[in-house]
């Protein structure tokens, strides 16, 4: 059941719409009042702030299952709702809303039908706004967010401030599962990808969104599915009883749900097994599919994070164009170009994404499920948008936020497998603090953008730790190792010049420790590598009684080099130079090989 919240200035309008949403739908609702607004900044500024502050003593959960009733006398055209164009206060205060809560589903109220007819910001109010809004705003799905963004952007005046705002535009997407926990998983990959995404938990929300004949979605287009191959929806049997219907039957689905038929790239997730009567039947349907051009993918659980699962289902490298499109968007301008843009992110959006972050920092601290950490990243995601990565140091807390969070969703679920892709995000991280680093100072532009990779990968590190990930923290400590050898060599005089001396010794110690079996190999190659040495330079190690030395042919040096290696002692004493220096280094090599490979098995052991 939906939370309704009541935005208005009239206190009478409030309390009436209150009794008739109890009275009529049983729905709880809340009253926000809306503080007098002058046609100013200020004003509007300190309105918004009086409005968050309302809604902090609400759990994000409820948040997140809300709808809002907004009353701000909006008698315009949706084309007024961008925050940025100071022409109507009140469609400023609407627009802003709707950005600094993406949760909440967002209705404009007024007494005039407007003369467009986009109902994501329109309803009847006394007659359907309790059955109109099912579906979860939480990645767009009807396009508020968006449209807002293309108002923006395509206002003359602040084109060039906002040319970085990325819009969905690649289309719509549908996750549907009968586990909340993986359609919110599923719908936020495919947010990150570029799509909007509807969120489908029940078999309500199917007839309404993927029937042809549904009202609400004859204009809807689906381009991309999430979907389980095994659906048990809980209100099926009363949404349907005039028989008995198999979701699990994927062309009974279609046949039920043709706007399926039409996307172009569907994901069945499934845990893979043959214990239904059709399973057969469905996987010839699936090559059926295939023939009519549909790309078809099954991914199975558990899956192995986030990445993981856009790997298996050819959807990674679409996600890096995505990416690669924003961060090219993102790419200062040239030295002595001047633009009205300026080279940081607009006031209003600062503030709106300083919100935003602030409440993602409470749901990380507060998360108890899976869909919880999905909100506070979806929510950094946003503020990252919004800032376009031109104010340095609060889009950095943003990625660091968003990172934490999906890493947190991660651990938390137990449709993951225990081994958790971390190549890939390692990668991002790096990709998306040196697009931050490009706004630095370029005196300062290497040192930030480390100090910014370390920090981030820190935090990341912790939670591993936190949830047991041995594994995924050691190839975390192992980059952290990485960038600390490259900020050491940054240091100011002799700090320096010791650490140029001492850095591939660095680097070989620890390239070896962040992977055992290439310490092996090392353990294995270096007493090999001596006994060669050793044998070319005919080492003399003393004679027998008979005058024949102690060591003699190509496989004497050798072994003699592993029991030199491993027990640090010869068989004989060296007899000349050469071979004493040679002993020497075999075993100064050899004891700090031995040391340090011991402590660190003992280290992995302990920990596991």
Known sequence: MKTFFILSYSSFWSAALKRYLWWVHKTESHIVNIPPIEDSDSSLLISLEQICQSFEKFHHQIMRESVAILDVGLYEESSSLNPLRRTNIFA?????????????????????????????????????????????????????????????????????????????????????????????????????????????????????????????????????????????????????????????????????????????????VTVGHKYINWYYKNRNYMDFLRTQAEKIKIVYKPSGGIYNILENSELLREYWKWRNEEWKAAKPFPAGVETRGGHSAPGRLLVIAESLINRAENIFHKAETVPDCIHGATLSLEAQELLGYRTPTTCLEAIALRHKLEVKAECMFYGMEHNIDVKNRIKEIEKEVDVVAQWFNPKVKKRASLNAKMGIITDVMRIFKDFAQFDEEEQCLCYFRKLNRRWSLMQPGIKSIFSWVTFPIRWYVETLVGSLPLFILALLSWPLSLGVLSWLIKADFGKVNSGKPIIDGFYSHITHAYIAFFGLQTSGFPADPKTKILIVITILIGFVHLGIFISHLYTLITRK
């Open 92 to 268: 400023q205060l609407a627009s802003m809303l709707s950005l600094a809560y993406p949760e909440i589903r967002w209705v404009f109220y007024s007494m005039k039908t407007p003369s467009d007819s986009h109902s994501w910001y329109w309803a009847e109010i006394f007659e359907s706004v309790s059955r109109n809004f099912i579906f979860s705003s939480m990645f767009d799905s009807i396009g508020l967010r968006n449209l807002i963004r293309s108002n923006i952007k395509q206002d003359p005046e602040l084109k060039e401030l906002v040319m970085y705002l990325q819009e969905r535009n690649k289309g719509i997407s549908a996750a549907i599962d009968d586990e909340e926990t993986y359609a919110y998983l599923h719908g936020y990959l495919s947010y990150k990808m570029g799509y909007r995404s509807f969120i489908l938990t029940t078999h309500e929300m199917m007839d309404k969104l993927l029937k042809k004949d549904s009202e609400f979605s004859k204009n809807i287009q689906i381009n991309l599915t999430f979907e389980d191959m095994f659906l048990n929806f809980p209100d099926s049997d009363f949404l349907d009883r005039t028989r008995v219907l198999h979701f699990s039957d994927l062309e009974e689905r279609d046949e039920k749900y043709e706007k399926l038929k039409d996307a172009q790239k569907r994901i069945f």
